[in-house]
């Protein structure tokens, strides 16, 4: 029997990086895996790797948000699982004296206010059937600051973690798990567009992190499906370092 065997898992911004790689483990370990992105070609290519389904949405958006659970649903019977995991990398100079307005709350719609919505929406799914595993993406950043200057970004995350706690401890006695997942940088995408407008950064980034590479999404993937299955069933509320020791250094 495998981990989350018949599980039914939503996995949002699927089509890329940290999301592809839970949408391809949640497959391996017997999950369904609902895949969610904006971009059509790689959330479509995802779903059709996975043997699962892909639904268009633009996480910032309510009705968008209501249609991926309710389809979800309506096509395997339950939602067990949500990976709130969809996020942009910070503007090019995200310094507090830099950064304007509108990057602000452009950076804020897509990685806070759009958990906020996958949780208000996953949640009553989950509330009926008395259990469910919530997985928030944030960030490292979020735990300890970042000295590379992305303030739109830290607060965004550190919403994302504060939410996370809130709800993990407002709704585990209704069986539902709320965690923060904490990356360190991970070769993804996201990552290299950001080192590629900064490649020094990328340098200043290793020097700190102690196993001295960045992580792979496989090993990120391994951590939320951890968090997803009932292997961490009295884990709740928390912030899930996966970081490669960079917190504690
Ligand atoms: P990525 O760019 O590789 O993938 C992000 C995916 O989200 C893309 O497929 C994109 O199309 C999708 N997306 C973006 N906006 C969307 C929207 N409005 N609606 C639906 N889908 C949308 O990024 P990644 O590195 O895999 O990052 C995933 C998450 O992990 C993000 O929240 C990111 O902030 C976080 N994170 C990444 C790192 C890292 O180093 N890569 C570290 C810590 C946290």
Redesign the pocket.
Known sequence: MQRLQDRVAVV??????????TARRFAEEGARVVC????EA??SSAAAEVDGLFVR?????ED?VIRMFQTAFDTYGSVDIAFN?????PPEDDSILETGLDAWRRVQ???LT?VYLCCKHAIPYMRRQGKGSIIN?????AVMGSATSQIS?TA??GG?LAMSRELGVQFAREGIRVNA???????????R??FAKDPERAQRRLVHIPVGR??E?SE?AAAVAFLASDDASFITGSEFLVDGGISGA
Do not use: H, M, Q
């Not at 969610?36 to 971009?39: I, T, Y």
């Not at 949405?57 to 958006?61: F, K, L, M």
């Open positions: 949002t911004g699927a089509g890329s990086g940290i999301g592809l790689a969610v992105d904006l971009d790689t959330g949405a633009d996480v910032t958006s968008d995991n969809a996020g942009i990398s719609e897509v990685n759009s993406t944030a960030s490292f950043v970004y965004s995350k994302v997942l904490c990356p360190g940088p991970v070769n993804t995408p996201l990552l567009e950001l960045f992580a999404a990120i």
